[in-house]
């Protein structure tokens, strides 16, 4: 059984950082892309920052490019996302997902797909 489980959410000021950590089990991390996604109240899903399989094509979403920074480690079989420079309007529930068919981390951060492979998502809030 495949399983994503997120940590290292909360309320951080304007300018500040957070590291997300996704632990995945039940598959190799780098069996397929993975990546980061967020969803604010109200609004669309948005694919942040993905990685593919092979160490190049890694896709951020315009307004993270560079503050988030998506690594892994296969060791740990786990996925960070480094945030820094926090603004209000990054404000959402963070979640990180992989699925079957998916090796390119450009098809995966703009896919509308339903992924099967998902965790529960940590609420990052970014407010003074």
């Known amino acids: 059984q495949v399983q994503l489980v997120e940590s290292g959410g909360g309320l951080v000021q304007p300018g500040g950082s957070l590291r997300l950590s996704c632990a995945v089990s039940g598959i190799p991390v780098n069996t397929y892309a993975i990546g980061w996604f967020r969803q604010a109240s109200g609004k669309k899903r948005e694919g942040v920052a993905c990685?593919?399989?092979?160490?190049?094509?890694?896709y951020y979403e315009d307004s993270v490019k560079g503050r988030f920074t998506i690594s892994r480690d296969d060791a740990r079989n786990t996925v960070y996302l480094e945030m820094n420079n926090l603004k209000p309007e990054d404000t959402a529930v963070y979640y990180c997902?992989?699925?079957?068919?998916?090796?390119?981390?450009?098809?995966?951060?703009?896919?509308?797909?339903?992924?099967?492979?998902r965790g529960q998502g940590t609420q990052v809030t970014v407010s003074s």
């Open positions: 997902a992989t699925d079957k068919g998916f090796y390119s981390g450009y098809r995966l951060c703009q896919t509308d797909y339903n992924f099967n492979y």
């Open positions: 990685y593919s399989t092979t160490d190049v094509g890694t």
